[in-house]
């Protein structure tokens, strides 16, 4: 049961423009969303979050936006930039899940042409 | 500050062989502990999880165990490896009580099993 999916597994955009990654859940439980970035042959990085009582969060160039009602949220990233190629996985958590664990999105390779 | 070892970086093993891989967290006191393989072009799949010493919960069944004999510790092991053990593992920590701080994770190990 995936219960966080990010349904590209890739993107191509050029530089400068705007990269948008979409991520879907079902569980109605989660109430916290967060971003992560990973270069190959590293951990995941954190990246940016958003509390399911907020419908936008913005960090620079990055910001989260949430649709509680239909269970999506999105990371803009604008301008994107070559150096932003990377796989991004979308994580959620709830404050009931056992263990405090994040439940993971499959991740979608983000590439960034110069 | 927090910091997060992961040993060794990168690994092959035959089939048959055992393993160990060890994560060890710094600056932090009763840390959750997690451990996560992102197999080829696959997403981050929760192994074990654990809130506190000799404390284990598998989330998947598999040829894989976890301990944590230390607070601050964290192993994976296999008795016997299999070559659908190959992947990129991950061990990350997040504060007791989860909080809104996301994982940090170390920086992987990658398990080639021939």
């Known amino acids: 049961d995936q219960q966080v999916k990010q349904n590209s597994p890739s993107l191509s955009v050029q530089e400068g423009r705007i990269s948008i990654l979409n991520c879907d859940y079902t569980?109605?439980?989660?109430?916290?969303f967060l971003w992560y970035k990973k270069y190959p042959a590293e951990g995941p990085t954190f990246l940016i979050s958003?509390?399911?009582?907020?419908d936008k969060n913005e960090d620079g160039r990055f910001t989260v936006f949430l649709n509680k009602s239909a269970k999506h949220l999105s990371l803009h990233i604008v301008p994107s930039q070559p150096g932003d190629s990377a796989v991004y996985f979308c994580?959620?958590?709830?404050?009931?899940?056992?263990?405090?664990?994040?439940?993971f999105g499959e991740g979608t390779q983000l590439t960034v042409n110069p | 500050s927090q910091t997060i070892h992961q040993w060794p970086a990168t690994l092959v093993q035959p089939v048959g062989s055992p393993l160990s891989l060890e994560c060890t967290v710094e600056?932090?006191?009763?840390?959750?502990l997690y451990w996560y393989r992102q197999a080829a072009g696959r997403g981050l799949q929760l192994l074990f999880y654990?809130?506190?010493?000799?404390?284990i919960s598998s989330e998947v069944p598999q040829n894989l165990s976890a301990s944590r004999p230390q607070d601050r510790q964290f192993i994976l092991s296999s008795k016997k490896l299999l070559l659908s053990d190959s992947g990129f593992y991950l061990c990350?920590?997040?504060?007791?009580?989860?909080?809104?701080?996301?994982?940090?994770f170390g920086s992987g190990t990658r398990l080639t099993v021939v």
């Open positions: 569980n109605s439980m989660f109430d916290y």
């Open positions: 994580a959620a958590s709830g404050s009931g899940t056992s263990g405090s664990r994040l439940t």
């Open positions: 958003i509390s399911s009582i907020k």
């Open positions: 600056g932090t006191s009763n840390p959750n």
């Open positions: 990350a920590w997040r504060a007791l009580g989860g909080g809104n701080y996301g994982y940090t």
């Open positions: 654990s809130v506190g010493i000799g404390q």
